[in-house]
């Protein structure tokens, strides 16, 4: 059975950092290139950031480019992100996802509330 288990979300200032992890298990972690989506208060889910599966690519979206940082460790069966100057607008469920490729995310964590307020 396929698990993911994110954690690490929580309340920060604004400027603040927070790095999510997700353990992953119940299929071969490094086959597939895996992926982080948030969804906001009241908004649509956002695609955040993906990696390849042996690190070689990674991509943002432009809205955290250069703020957020995505890696993984085959080895851990673990995928992070680290978030640095965090912004009220990154406030979300942050959720990551195993991507099957051109037929998308076909398993999801049930997320990790990242709040950001003073």
């Known amino acids: 059975e396929v698990q993911l288990v994110e954690s690490g979300g929580g309340l920060v200032q604004p400027g603040g950092s927070l790095r999510l992890s997700c353990a992953a298990s119940?299929?071969?972690?490094?086959?597939?290139?895996m992926t982080w989506v948030r969804q906001a208060p009241g908004k649509g889910l956002e695609w955040v950031s993906a990696i390849s599966w042996n690190e070689g690519s990674t991509y943002y979206a432009e809205s955290i480019k250069g703020r957020f940082t995505i890696s993984r460790d085959n080895a851990k069966n673990t995928l992070s992100l680290q978030m640095n100057s965090l912004k009220s607008e990154d406030t979300a469920v942050y959720y990551c996802?195993?991507?099957?490729?051109?037929?998308?995310?076909?398993?999801w964590g049930k997320g990790t509330l990242v709040t950001v307020s003073s």
């Open positions: 119940g299929f071969t972690f490094d086959d597939y290139t």
């Open positions: 996802a195993k991507d099957q490729g051109p037929g998308g995310m076909d398993y």
